[in-house]
């Protein structure tokens, strides 16, 4: 009995840890997906096809599976001259959940685990159902972890805002132009340096371009 | 005006004159009690009348009854000539306010008299025979007109039902009027309908005022207009009640005839006619009976909507361009109860995204009875081209047709152009080109763009920032913690699994050991079995040599152990040879010693995990 006092009070702090976590969610009300969607929406009927990519690019972040969101943000890209960006096999790993699901599936998969790893020892009969377990929680954990490392590239990527921002080979206003890039182009940030940021094109190319011409997908605290 | 003066002047002179003449004229002195009513509700007032009369006879004191309140509130005198005889009484009026429900006698105050008996109701009680219907109040009376009076004539409340057969949920209009005698009464607080099976719509502070005769006495009518409703099915007895403030009068109907006769409240009250009170005065109740909504033909959207109703239909405008916001309006208008008229309107339509009505209601007559609700519902069309919005519709019971009624709009037209925002983002780029797959899943061409997706409505909850919640430190200490928790657990019960196995190959190891000393016992090889118990003794279960002298350190029982040891020296050194039963006794020594030992490590294994 004195021995499981440990493990009780490790329960409490979890559950209490847990509500701390969403009580704190609900109370930081910040960003929406339709909020964003729809000021995406404004800004494209407004004939401002960056800020419009830029907010469906985060309102996809926070709804991934909605298909209005995907829908309108290629309609806005084609629209623009932008190419759309390439459809790949492991999309429908970020697409089918909001990262909030997600999120709560790989806490319930580590959950899994560990209880199909301890019932090893506690109930040593039923093999096939710990293994089960162990199973689907692995698969819970993995699909988690997938996730995260799909959308990872997303949280550093960047839209240009003005129409033909033209990227530098120096991080100074009168480097040498390489190339320019479009209006709602979505370009990977690799580096930052006072006010430019090195980007890299999906074509490969990269150049240092003014902070004032993009905008991060994810904006920084 | 000069005529009625003298005649009042004279009549009170006569008066004193008669109240001058009557200790002259006094005979045999007497006293008498009367009680009236001789039956109360609960917070209402009888009259104890003492009359003396007579010469040199004086007012008995007043009895304690316990639970009745008795006070002085008057005195009169009279004087009567009987066969030229003249008689001079006194009567002194108590007020008797019974505290309690109940009978109570009340000990003659005359001597040789017998006790006067009043019986006291709860309150809400139904009227006991020999008491006057109406007497709710001191004084009530119902007139034919089907007006109670209360407080003798000085108020009146009554509630004028049109219908007397209604609807649950039916709102039915209503008249309560309250007749305040000038001087004589005042309202304390608006009327208020009694039972909670009925709604009554708030009433107005500030009712209509009609002067009017009662009875030939002029009252100040007070009226509210306003609606009730019934919320159950069943016969009801509906009443109305006021609390008023109303001035009673202390002495009988017959000895206030003069100040009727004067008929000034202010000259009532300069002669000590009348006290103040507060009273609730009641309507006469007026029945009626509450119907069951039909369950047959109900039709599935009612709303519980009663009366008659109409419905007509409306849209913003009858143009608009792909995703922008429309208006579609219901009007309902008629007579009923509105505050239940609801509609969802048009829940499901194709190639329209539809959002939940609001309704707004405007009466036409103060009542709130009859007016126009209307309900106002955003659409946005995701498809250009010619829409037909289909008629709406709206339920109710009609008390009139006892039946439910369905009332319809008109459909509308309404015709989508493309999206503004089409047009916009297009003007700087060519068309897509065909085939390439469209925003909506479809195949988009130049002339049949689909345009943007329409707004979605913002109903989720925010978040304070983008990054999954998976990535965000705080979040990430759950799962952490978890993986620590069952990690650690894990250790904990792999390593006692790990001893238990300890202990169970050491317990195989003795058994064998123990089974090698039989057999050198049977065999007579004293020093084999010296030899191996000696050797299971240093490499057995937490070395039972060392466990022996930690017990015989402590004065425990193994002496045994050392005893054997010292024997199993003398085998190996002096060449003793021991017999057989001795050669059975310490091999069980031996076992027993070991099975302890064993049971003692798998019970310190079991507390220690």
Redesign the interface.
Known sequence: MKSRAPIAWLIVGLLCLVCRTQAAAAEERGYSASALYNSANAYARAGKPGLAVLNYERARLLAPDDSDVDANLRFVRASSHVPAEPRRWFDPLVTIARPAVVAWLGAAGVVMMGAGLLAGFLAPRRRRTRRAAIVVGAALVAFTVGNGMVLWPKLHEAVILTAATPARASPAPMGDPLFVLPEAETVRITAEHDDFVLVRTRTGRTGWVSRANLAAVVPPR | MSTTFIKRVGLLASITAFFMMAPAMAITPTVDATLEPSQIALGESAQLTITTSGKGTDFPKLPQVAGLELHIVGQSQRIQIINGAALASTSMIVSVTPQTAGIFAIPGVAPNSQPLVLRVTPPGSPVLPGKSPGSGTPGASSGANGIRMAADGAAFVRLILPKRDIYVGESVPVDIEVGLRDGFARPNALPTLVGSDFTLNNLSHQPEQTPRAVDGKPYMVLMWHSVVAAVKPGKFSLTVEAPLTVRIRTRPQRDSMIEDMLGDPFMQNIFGASITKDITATSMPSELTVLELPAEGRPPYFSGAVGSFKIGGDISSNTAAA?DPLTLRMHVTGTGNFDRVDSAMLEHLDQWKTYPPKSSFKATDALGLKGEKIFEQPLIASKPGPHTLPGLAFSYFDPSTHRYETAHSAPLNVTISP????S??????PP?PAG??????GSATASSN??????????????????????QP??L???S???L???G??L???R??SDRSTARSAARDINRILDDMETAARAGDAASFFTLARTALETGPRSELEAGRLEADRGGDSDDIRRFLALADEVNYAGLQPTREEFARWTDLLRGAFQRTLQRDAHSNGK??
Do not use: C, M
């Open positions: 995703g999206s503004l925002a089409d916009s983002l297009n003007a700087n780029a897509l390439t797959p469209s925003p909506g899943g689909p345009g943007l997706q329409p707004d979605h409505v913002a109903i989720e909850t925010g978040t304070s920032t983008l990054v999954p919640p998976y990535l705080r979040f200490a759950i799962p913690l978890l993986a928790t069952f990690a657990g894990w904990g019960l792999r006692r699994a220690s995990s």
